[in-house]
Nanobody, 114 residues
Framework: QVQLVESGGGLVQPGGSLRLSCAASGFNFGISPMYWVRQAPGKGLEWVSRINNLGLTQYSDSVKGRFTTSRDNAKNTLYLQMNGLMPEDTAVYYC????????RGQGTQVSVFA
């Protein structure tokens, strides 16, 4: 079955960086567009980024220029490099097979505070 396992979250000060990973299994990762979504405390899911099978990326306005999504199809792994983190980036981050968080994993917590 489809399994997505996120890792790499943590506590960081404003301006800091983190790199999230997502290990995928149970489907043909190499041909699948993939998404990062996040959920801040008390809020709904927010789409963060999309990457197609060829590596073409799109970002929400809130993270554009600070976050970079990439993938390694040989390792069935998705990445999210987050630079210039701000307190409003605090959320649980999920990788998913759709922009609405379809088939998302358990998530990884990112907390940004001074």
């Amino acid at each position: 079955q489809v399994q997505l396992v996120e890792s790499g979250g943590g506590l960081v000060q404003p301006g800091g960086s983190l790199r999230l990973s997502c290990a995928a299994s149970g489907f043909n990762f190499g041909i699948s567009p993939m998404y990062w979504v996040r959920q801040a405390p008390g809020k709904g899911l927010e789409w963060v980024s999309r990457i197609n099978n060829l590596g073409l990326t799109q970002y929400s306005d809130s993270v554009k220029g600070r976050f970079t999504t990439s993938r390694d199809n040989a390792k069935n792994t998705l990445y999210l490099q987050m630079n210039g983190l701000m307190p409003e980036d605090t959320a649980v981050y999920y990788c998913a097979r759709g922009p609405g968080g379809e088939n998302r994993g358990q998530g990884t917590q990112v907390s940004v505070f001074a």
